[in-house]
């Protein structure tokens, strides 16, 4: 089973999101491994972002995720990555489609309310990047001979 790093960022948690962007992404059938709270370093928050180094808006991400609480998740299931890009929408959220979270809370590019991995090998890195193995939990639940063939 394929795995995606997922983040509700610090406006999604300041805007009593937590539980609606849980619900989508439990609702499609996908497993949460890995959930934990948590005020985000400066360091783990400059690794985080690390591509963006060189960016004039490097200082701003890092300012931001470090602003208030974040809510880091592990999430499992078949086709996890490429699916949890549609549940979550287009980065600006004017170009999100209405249905997906950006599209139906996020106003700004600036508080897009969510991360979620771009691909596999991206996913890989964040998920070692914001937990240890002992943090993820792997489990079968009922429902998965509902979900798959």
Do not use: C
């Amino acid at each position: 089973m394929e795995r995606t790093f997922i983040m509700i960022k610090p406006d999604g948690v300041q805007r009593n999101l937590i539980a609606e962007i849980i619900k989508r992404f439990e609702t499609k059938g996908f497993t949460l491994v890995g959930l934990k709270m948590m005020k985000v370093s400066r360091s783990l928050a400059e690794k985080h972002y690390e591509v963006h180094k060189e960016r004039p808006f490097f200082a701003g991400l890092v300012n931001y995720i470090i602003s208030a609480p974040v809510v880091a998740m592990v999430w499992e299931g078949e086709g996890v990555i490429a699916s949890a890009r549609k549940i979550i929408g287009a980065t600006k959220p004017l170009e999100a489609e209405p249905g997906t979270i950006r599209g139906d809370y996020a106003v700004t590019v600036g508080r897009n309310l969510i991360h979620g991995s771009d691909a596999p090998e991206t996913a890989q890195t964040e998920i070692r990047l914001w937990f240890k193995e002992e943090e993820l939990v792997s489990w079968d639940p009922t429902l998965k001979p509902w979900l798959y063939e």
